[in-house]
Nanobody, 125 residues
């Protein structure tokens, strides 16, 4: 079964950190760009970050720039989103997505090949 599985979400206090993982099964991520997105209740899905297939190119939304860091380990077939200085407005379901053979210039608009099921992140005291 070809799928992405996110993990690492949970409840964290404002100012805290979480690291989300996005693991692929049934295919390899080597030639895929990975995007991270989130969707809060009543809001549209928001593109957060993207990393190119080799890891050389990255892109960030202004809302997370300087706080979130995207990375990947192709040997582990996994991508990550390190989230620091979390705020209550970061509360959402977080999704990863993969698309074959593209970089990240226009990642928000891509028709991704694979999506994960999402992981809940709640930032609250």
């Amino acid at each position: 079964q070809l799928q992405l599985v996110e993990s690492g979400g949970g409840l964290v206090q404002p100012g805290g950190s979480l690291r989300l993982s996005c693991a692929a099964s049934g295919f390899t991520l080597d030639h895929h760009a990975i995007g991270w997105f989130r969707q809060a209740p009543g809001k549209e899905r928001e593109g957060l970050s993207c990393i190119g297939p080799s890891g050389d190119s990255t892109n960030y939304a202004d809302s997370v720039k300087g706080r979130f860091t995207i990375s990947r380990d192709n040997a582990k077939n996994t991508a990550y989103l390190q989230m620091n200085s979390l705020k209550p407005e970061d509360t959402a379901v977080y999704y990863c997505a993969a698309i074959f053979d593209l970089e990240c210039a226009d990642y928000v608009r891509y028709e991704y090949d694979y999506w994960g099921q999402g992981t809940q992140v709640t930032v609250s005291s």
